[in-house]
Every structure is written in structure tokens, then in C-alpha cells.
């Protein structure tokens, strides 16, 4: 949605303009300094030796473009993308271990038809019962580590409206490991619902948060049958979803149509809380990312980042 009504880093660079940044180190921060941070060598100046992908402007304040050069050549200002997606053949790739099947056909999970899946049993092993939650900070992907008082219902750890905290699981969908990792989220403003994706990073397995089992089964049961994507449920139904059926990261639709859908989604959340996050399902998708701190959850379970290791959904004594 961004990229089709602010742009892309031509927008970052306005913003940074409007912000009082001058132009020209704005414009530094997009191409050479990032060019030079990441070692290549051939991109990022206009120069001898440069690859001559370029743009002209009206004026720099404004940065409206007014002609763009790719490899020195000038591309028409209305030259548009109109190749089109005829059949599946368009999908095999070079490689005989690489289809349209293996592409399309993503969703290897062991099961999605488990009602008990998603329980989270009140801890026994310990007189504990404190959570270790990944606490969400806004407009950021990194997390915090929360220690919170389990709601527990008879005999189960469920989430908890009242405190803004939602059950999150992701489930393995590579090689039907059965593999499925539980927590719990604190912050993306849920009060009843679930919602689910296979944008996942880095694994791509699926992600699924929610007030209440039964709408978590069903929105990753929806993943599942379409192949990936991001889907609401609410009150037992689906409410909105925008279908990812190539690796369930990518739509095989225009993109007007991917915007609609993407658009629908985002609204189906708005309604299922009063304080839902602008972007859930980007911040959905870097719950799962063991890499970023500081705690995270993956298909194996929880993670402290910041130590690199396993950790038990529920705190010490």
C-alpha cells in the first residue's frame, strides 16, 4: 500500500527533506552510503565505472522525478509493467527440482485439525505462574522481555483481553515436523479474534496470534487451505484474508487487487480491537525472527535473543 501511494525510497527522501535534512545528504543516505556500507562497488554514484541507473528532477526540494535511466537507458514516463501472468508455465523455474507445483504448493503441515493444538496448560512443574512475554514496542521490531501474571482458566493459560495479551503460536509448514512453538504477545491490541500469516522471517512458518483457540485453529487452518497469506478470524468465521499462494509469500494477482485485499485485512483487525497496531501483520511477521531482540518465538519455542537461547514460557520462582 505504501509503495503504491507515497512511493519508495524517493518518499523516505522527501520525508527526510521536509524534515530539514538537506537534499543532498538525503539523498546520500539512499545511494552511495548505502552502496559503500554494503561493498558494491559499481552502484550508488554517478561516475566512470558506475553502472548509469540514474534519475533527472524538477527541482531537489521537491524531488519530483522527471526521468529515470536504467543501465543508461532512458525509460519512456509512461512506460508501464504489462506483462501478464498467462499459465502456470510461467512459474517453472530453471531448475527440474522447481515447479509451478513446488511453488504453489507450500503448506506441508502436519496438522491443522487439532482442537488442543494451541493449549497452553497452567505450568505444573512449579509453584510459577509467570510468563515470559514478548512485549511489543510501537513502530519498532525488536521486543521486550515481560514478566506477567498468567490469566489461567480452568487449568490453561489463555490470553487476556483486560491486559492486552494474546496467545501466539507458530507452526512448522516445510516438513510436516509437527513442530508448533506457544507464547504469549503483549501489545498488538486485539480483544477478540485471531489473525495468522505466512510472511514469517526468516523461516516463513506460520504465525498465528489470537484472543481465543478456536479463531487461531481456524485462521491457520484458512493458511493452510489456500496456501498462504494473511488471514482475520472472528467469531468463528473468516473475515478477511489476502491470499499468498507463490512460497505463501507472494500473489499471483495485480496489484490493485493485492491492495484491496491487503486493505480489507488490515480494516477486519481495526474492528477486532480499539487500540490494533497500524501494521499488524508486518509486526506479526518479525515475532518469529530469533535474531532481532529481545524475545521472540519460533516452531521450537521461545527465544532470549539477547543470550541466544531456548527459553521456558514460564519464569523462574
Known amino acids: 500500500i505504501d509503495l503504491k501511494e507515497n512511493g519508495h525510497l524517493d518518499y523516505l527522501v522527501r520525508t527526510a527533506i521536509s524534515f530539514g535534512l538537506p537534499p543532498i545528504r538525503a539523498i546520500q543516505m539512499v545511494s552511495i552510503n548505502t552502496a559503500r556500507y554494503f561493498g558494491l562497488k559499481n552502484i550508488g554514484a554517478i561516475a566512470p565505472g558506475f553502472r548509469a541507473d540514474f534519475i533527472l528532477l524538477d527541482d531537489l526540494e521537491s524531488f519530483r522525478i522527471s526521468e529515470v535511466y536504467l543501465d543508461g537507458k532512458r525509460i519512456d514516463n509512461n512506460k508501464r509493467f504489462t506483462s501478464r501472468i498467462k499459465n502456470d508455465a510461467d512459474f517453472i523455474v530453471n531448475n527440474n527440482n522447481c515447479s509451478s507445483f513446488f511453488l504453489q504448493n507450500t503448506m506441508h503441515i502436519k496438522t491443522v485439525d487439532d482442537p488442543n493444538m494451541f493449549v497452553i496448560p497452567a505450568n505444573s512443574t512449579s509453584t510459577s505462574s509467570l510468563l515470559q512475554v514478548i512485549g511489543v514496542i510501537p513502530g519498532q521490531i525488536i521486543t521486550q522481555k515481560r514478566i506477567i501474571q498468567a490469566k489461567v482458566d480452568r487449568k490453561y493459560a489463555v490470553a487476556d483481553a483486560q491486559r492486552d495479551l494474546a496467545k501466539l503460536a507458530v507452526i512448522e509448514r516445510h516438513h510436516r515436523t509437527g513442530n508448533i512453538g506457544l507464547g504469549f504477545v503483549q501489545g498488538l491490541g486485539l480483544e477478540r479474534g485471531a489473525i495468522a500469516s505466512s510472511?514469517?522471517?526468516?523461516?516463513?512458518?506460520?504465525?498465528?496470534?489470537?484472543?481465543?483457540?478456536?479463531?487461531?485453529?481456524?485462521?491457520?487452518?484458512?493458511?493452510?487451505?489456500?496456501?498462504?497469506?494473511?488471514?482475520?478470524?472472528?467469531?468463528?468465521?473468516?473475515?478477511?484474508?489476502?491470499?499468498?499462494?507463490?512460497?505463501?509469500?507472494?500473489?499471483?494477482?495485480?496489484?490493485?487487487?493485492?491492495?484491496?485485499?491487503?486493505?480489507?485485512?488490515?480494516?477486519?483487525?481495526?474492528?477486532?480491537?480499539?487500540?490494533?497496531?497500524?501494521?499488524?501483520?508486518?509486526?506479526?511477521?518479525?515475532?518469529?525472527?530469533?535474531?532481532?531482540?529481545?524475545?521472540?518465538?519460533?516452531?521450537?519455542?521461545?527465544?532470549?535473543?539477547?543470550?541466544?537461547?531456548?527459553?521456558?514460557?514460564?519464569?523462574?520462582?
Open 199 to 317: 510472511v514469517a522471517h526468516d523461516s516463513h512458518n506460520i504465525v498465528v496470534a489470537g484472543m481465543n483457540d478456536i479463531d487461531m485453529l481456524i485462521a491457520a487452518r484458512y493458511i493452510s487451505l489456500i496456501g498462504g497469506g494473511l488471514v482475520v478470524a472472528d467469531n468463528e468465521k473468516i473475515a478477511a484474508s489476502l491470499r499468498l499462494p507463490i512460497a505463501g509469500l507472494m500473489s499471483n494477482q495485480p496489484i490493485a487487487s493485492v491492495i484491496s485485499d491487503l486493505k480489507a485485512v488490515n480494516e477486519a483487525c481495526s474492528k477486532m480491537g480499539n487500540n490494533v497496531i497500524k501494521d499488524p501483520f508486518m509486526l506479526l511477521s518479525f515475532l518469529s525472527l530469533p535474531v532481532i531482540p529481545s524475545l521472540k518465538l519460533t516452531d521450537k519455542g521461545l527465544v532470549d535473543v539477547d543470550k541466544f537461547q531456548f527459553i521456558s514460557l514460564w519464569a523462574a520462582d
